[in-house]
């Protein structure tokens, strides 16, 4: 990349209808985990106005009524007006369930991966949380849009919304942020100069960094479309797994494809990605590289990945053999090992379906501990 550009990542908040999606499967996910941790998941939803289906393939011991999870997540989001096209008192309620393959569970069983695929993890040191600092910005303007509505900051704020933030890199590092995107959805009743303002006063200022921001220079488009009363799934069709970029780096590193929202941690797509961004992290966090991506591959029924590759961006303090081996000594990456070293049998997992996997200090996130760097470092002979 070069080392000097504007660098644009979004974030949506938990009302969206993608997002709505993703909490339900995974909200479905943790209610069945709770009761039988070795359950098989894989669980979708799909949410359009006045529906909400959920289909997939769920071998447990455990009982969950699904139906209730479903609108339980919808009453938490905040769609809880029939007026507003969808809500949880009167959205139908599908559900089409069966178990899983038995093809695919004989694999699983041996502790080989649930599938084929690529995963990747990154890590940068350009923020504290070591993230890219695109995608962190974001996520702080969709949360404080979250925070406005229900604290009733903002009365007239309703669940939906996005951001959208771009950054000005110089010499390979953010500088300054260069425009900011708020679009939220609204009661019909407030005029647009007053979402402008408040916005920028209550959600924008509030939540950006001074060294970063400066109101005067930034370009702001808020609500640029002048009206945005019909959203969540009346507005649009939400389906699981259709924000992986948000879920991740906000399209920084690289991507394998595979979404995370309702798949239990034999899924590689999730538990892989999860300990692909902990390697990540803790080479970041070591200091043994600025920036760090990290990429594992599987096979299906196999439990050694079929190939490891840590990519610094040119920016490692010591060799990449060197940090290949360091890789290899300190970090599981059997599908049971990363589901063992990072306590991946626990309902942890609804949390994770709004606001981003990564870059959150939340206790259940144990990627996200930086416990390997010190002993990474030591090993590194640093």
Not at 151 to 164: A, C, E, M, T, Y
Not at 360 to 371: A, G, I, L
């Amino acid at each position: 990349m070069r080392d000097n550009f504007l660098f644009t990542s979004e974030s949506v908040t938990e009302g969206h209808p993608d997002k709505i999606a993703d909490q339900i499967s995974d909200g479905i996910l943790d209610a069945i985990i709770a009761q039988d941790k070795y359950s098989r998941v894989a669980c979708e939803t799909i949410l359009t106005t006045g529906i909400a289906l959920v289909a997939g393939e769920i071998s447990t011991k455990a009982y969950v009524e699904i139906p209730d999870i479903i609108r339980e997540v919808i009453k938490e989001v905040g769609y809880c007006d029939a007026s507003w096209g969808f809500d949880y008192h009167t959205c139908s309620v599908l559900t089409a369930i069966h178990q899983q393959s038995g093809d695919i569970a004989m694999g699983v069983d041996s502790g080989g991966a649930g599938d084929q695929g690529l995963m990747f993890g990154y890590a940068t040191n350009e923020t504290s949380e070591l993230m890219p600092m695109p995608i962190v910005l974001a996520h702080r303007l969709t949360k404080r849009l979250a925070e406005v509505r229900k604290k009733n900051i903002l009365k007239w704020v309703r669940p939906d919304g996005k951001s959208q933030v771009t950054v000005e890199y110089k010499n390979g590092r953010p500088v300054r942020i260069d425009t900011i995107v708020v679009s939220t959805q609204h009661s019909p009743d407030v005029t647009s100069k007053q979402i402008e303002r408040d916005i920028m006063e209550k959600v924008i200022k509030p939540v950006m960094p001074k060294g970063l921001y400066d109101p005067t220079s930034v370009k702001h488009h808020i609500n640029p479309t002048g009206r945005f009363v019909v959203g969540g799934p009346m507005g649009d069709t939400g389906l699981t797994g259709r924000k992986i970029i948000v879920d991740t780096y906000g399209g920084h590193g690289s991507h394998g494809g595979g979404a995370f929202s309702g798949k239990d941690p034999t899924k590689v797509d999730r538990s892989a990605s999860y300990m692909a961004r902990y390697i990540a992290k803790n080479l970041v966090a070591a200091g043994l590289a600025d920036k760090c991506e990290v990429q594992l591959a599987y096979a299906i029924g196999v439990a050694d990945p079929v190939s490891v590759l840590v990519d610094t961006k040119g920016t490692e303090k010591v060799s990449v053999d060197k940090l290949d081996k360091l890789v290899r000594k300190h970090f599981p990456m059997t599908p049971r090992g990363i589901i063992d070293h990072l306590k991946l049998r626990r309902p942890i997992f609804k949390k994770t379906a709004a606001y981003g996997h990564f870059g959150r200090n939340e206790p259940e996130f144990t990627w996200e501990k930086t416990d390997k760097a010190k002993a990474l470092h030591k090993d590194a002979g640093l």
